[in-house]
């Protein structure tokens, strides 16, 4: 079956280091994944999209890269502030319409302290 | 970016009763809009595709009868929890995409629903 697997163990990191972010996912060949963060009883906020025929992209103090070798996608946030601190969620559109619903990882809960 | 609003953001209810959720784009039109539930420490799970004009896809495990969905303009739908029992209390979310932009999707802020 097809499965999107994050890291679900909060992640720790110190103020000013790099947080890095794993997605997984198996039985599937996607177009794009995109990487959304959700605070605490708010809907998720789109952060990133990454087409598979890119291997990087950047903004601001984000990047995203992805392996369609290893169904892999890294999600780096440098130079972390605490405000970054929040679940960070990845996700595939499967049905690969386009216009379909996404399907969701669990995220990863990020905690950057100062 | 585009808006997606929600409203109740949060609601409780008695057991029986049905409860009704508005999601609206405020700045574009959408013909599709999604409605997920997440329960807590899991993930969004898409409950259903919301059709501008049509009915709902309902993704498989989904109850139609329970979960009423009604696009009925380009800006508005609106997903009815009838006869919700405790067991529905969940986060509900709403998103939708901006027509011709193939970038993420806009989530509402989601809706609490606590059933007593």
């Not at chain 1, 909060?10 to 794993?22: D, M, R, S, V, Y």
């Not at chain 1, 952060?47 to 290893?70: H, M, P, Q, S, Y």
């Not at chain 2, 409860?19 to 609206?24: A, L, Q, S, W, Y």
Request: glycine share 8%.
């Amino acid at each position: 079956s097809q499965k999107i697997e994050q890291n679900s163990e909060a992640l720790n990191i110190q103020e000013g280091k790099t947080a890095t972010l794993t997605c997984n996912y198996t039985n599937y060949s996607p177009a794009y994944l995109q990487w959304y963060r959700q605070d605490p009883g708010r809907g998720p906020v789109f952060l990133l999209l990454i087409r598979e025929n890119e291997k990087e992209k950047r903004k601001e103090r984000l990047k995203v890269t992805f392996d369609t070798t290893l169904k892999q996608s890294l999600f780096h946030i440098t130079a972390s502030q605490p405000a970054d601190s929040a679940t960070y969620l990845c996700a595939l559109d499967l049905r690969g319409g386009g216009a379909d619903g996404l399907t969701f990882g669990k995220g990863t809960h990020l905690i950057i302290q100062p | 970016g585009a808006v997606v609003s929600q409203h109740p953001s949060r609601v409780i209810c008695k057991s029986g009763t049905s409860v009704k959720i508005e999601c609206r784009s405020l700045d574009f039109q959408a013909t599709t809009m999604f409605w997920y539930r997440q329960f807590p420490k899991q993930s969004l799970m898409l409950m259903a595709t919301s059709n501008e004009g049509s009915k709902a896809t309902y993704e498989q495990g989904v109850e139609k009868d329970k979960f009423l969905i009604n696009h009925a303009s380009l800006t508005l739908s609106t997903l009815t929890v009838t006869s919700a029992h405790p067991e529905d209390s969940s986060f509900y979310i709403c998103s939708a995409r901006v027509p011709g932009d193939p970038l993420g999707l806009f989530f509402g802020e989601g809706s609490r629903l606590t059933v007593l």
